[in-house]
């Protein structure tokens, strides 16, 4: 019924930028909060930053003032900026959002199926 695509992975030098995107379709009746989580090898999945409907963000002390993370209600998608990539940075990284289908009062938390992203020379 709704599904998260993000996109705009890949591998970049140290120091340098890319941007993630995450599109949502299918039966969306309104979206809450939306948010960037990432998982390197052997750990934990961790968040990244939110973004709440009326633009309220926030960060993990790791990527503040590197990393934005924006939304186009109208669109449906959120971004992540990421700029001084630093080897550290690199993970699997995935979308989540909480989204109302079909109607008020049906609140469901999806994922997306995630984009990696390597810094490395």
């Known amino acids: 019924q709704v599904q998260l695509v993000e996109s705009g992975g890949g591998l970049v030098q140290p120091g340098g930028s890319l941007r993630l995107s995450c599109a949502a379709s299918?039966?969306?009746?309104?979206?809450?909060?939306m948010g960037w989580y990432r998982q390197a090898p052997g750990k934990q999945r961790e968040l990244v930053a939110t973004?709440?409907?009326?633009?309220?963000?926030n960060y993990a002390d790791s990527v503040k003032g590197r990393f934005t993370i924006s939304r186009d209600n109208a669109k449906n998608t959120m971004y992540l900026q990421m700029n001084s990539l630093k080897p550290e940075d690199t993970a699997v990284y995935y979308c989540?959002?909480?989204?109302?289908?079909?109607?008020?009062?049906?609140?469901?938390?999806?994922w997306g199926q995630g984009t990696q992203v390597t810094v490395s020379s």
């Open positions: 973004i709440f409907p009326g633009g309220s963000r």
């Open positions: 989540n959002a909480e989204i109302v289908i079909n109607g008020p009062g049906n609140l469901y938390t999806y």
């Open positions: 299918g039966s969306i009746f309104s979206i809450n909060v």
